[in-house]
C-alpha cells in the first residue's frame, strides 16, 4: 500500500504558473505508475495526466497538452505537476493518484490510492 499526500496549490493569476508535488510512502515508489486527477465544484472527477513507474512515459487530457507536464523523481518518491499558463477553468482541487502498475491509465476506476487533494485556484 501507498499512502500520498499532495502540496503546492494555491491562489495564481490567470496564465500564472504552479508546480504541484505529491509524496509517496514506501520504499517501491517505481512500482507504481502515477495520476494526476482534478475535480471542479459541481463537476465529476476528470484525468489530467498519468506516468509510467519508470517515468518514459507519460500521457495527458487533450485540455492540458502543452500547458502541464507530469514528472517524478523515484528516488525522492515524488510526482510533480508542472501547470503553465494557468487559466481560470484549471480551478478544481488536484489529486494525485497511485495504481499496483507500472502503466498509467486514464481511468479512474484505476488507481485505488488517493491523496487528500490540493486546491488550485485561478483568478481572472
Known amino acids: 500500500q501507498v499512502q500520498l499526500v499532495e502540496s503546492g496549490g494555491g491562489l495564481v493569476q490567470a496564465g500564472g504558473s504552479l508546480r504541484l508535488s505529491c509524496a509517496a510512502s514506501?520504499?517501491?515508489?517505481?512500482?507504481?505508475?502515477m495520476g494526476w486527477f482534478r475535480q471542479a465544484p459541481g463537476k465529476e472527477r476528470e484525468f489530467v495526466a498519468a506516468i509510467s513507474g519508470s517515468g518514459l512515459t507519460a500521457s495527458y487530457a487533450d485540455s492540458m497538452k502543452g500547458r502541464f507536464t507530469i514528472s517524478r523523481d523515484n528516488a525522492k518518491n515524488t510526482l510533480y505537476l508542472q501547470m503553465n499558463t494557468l487559466k481560470p477553468e484549471d480551478t478544481a482541487v488536484y489529486y494525485c493518484?497511485?495504481?499496483?502498475?507500472?502503466?498509467?491509465?486514464?481511468?479512474?476506476?484505476?488507481?485505488?490510492?488517493w491523496g487528500q487533494g490540493t486546491q488550485v485556484t485561478v483568478s481572472s
Open positions: 493518484a497511485a495504481r499496483d502498475s507500472t502503466w498509467g491509465t486514464d481511468e479512474l476506476k484505476g488507481y485505488p490510492y
Open positions: 514506501g520504499r517501491t515508489f517505481r512500482m507504481y505508475a
